[in-house]
Nanobody, 128 residues
């Protein structure tokens, strides 16, 4: 059973940066496409980024394009989300998720219903 554990969430001022980590265990990470999602109360879970099994292919939602960077270290079973130029509207609980398989060099727009394994989430708050 694949397990994912997020960390790195914090309270940060607007314009600041955070790096979220997702530790994966229970299976070889290279077999899975990974997505990052976020959710605020009363809203649907939003897919903000994904990374292909190899790490070559990435995709970002328009809301984070140019500010967030996703990366993975298959050898150490870790996935990261570097978040720069944070805005108050980035405040949310952030989740990493995995789905088995996928293209080597690309990932489709992350849709929550396509992902089978989820972490517990980490809170990111952006406020002055």
């Amino acid at each position: 059973q694949l397990q994912l554990v997020e960390s790195g969430g914090d309270l940060v001022q607007p314009g600041g940066s955070l790096r979220l980590s997702c530790a994966v265990s229970g299976a070889d990470l290279y077999l899975y496409t990974i997505g990052w999602f976020r959710q605020t109360p009363g809203k649907e879970r939003e897919g903000i980024s994904c990374i292909s099994t190899s790490g070559v292919g990435t995709k970002y939602a328009a809301s984070v394009q140019g500010r967030f960077t996703i990366a993975r270290d298959n050898a150490n079973s870790m996935v990261y989300l570097q978040m720069n130029s944070l805005k108050p509207e980035d405040t949310a609980v952030y989740y990493c998720a995995a789905k088995y398989g996928g293209p080597f060099d690309s990932c489709p727009d992350p849709r929550s219903w396509e992902y089978d394994y989820w972490g517990q989430g980490t809170q990111v708050s952006v406020s002055s």
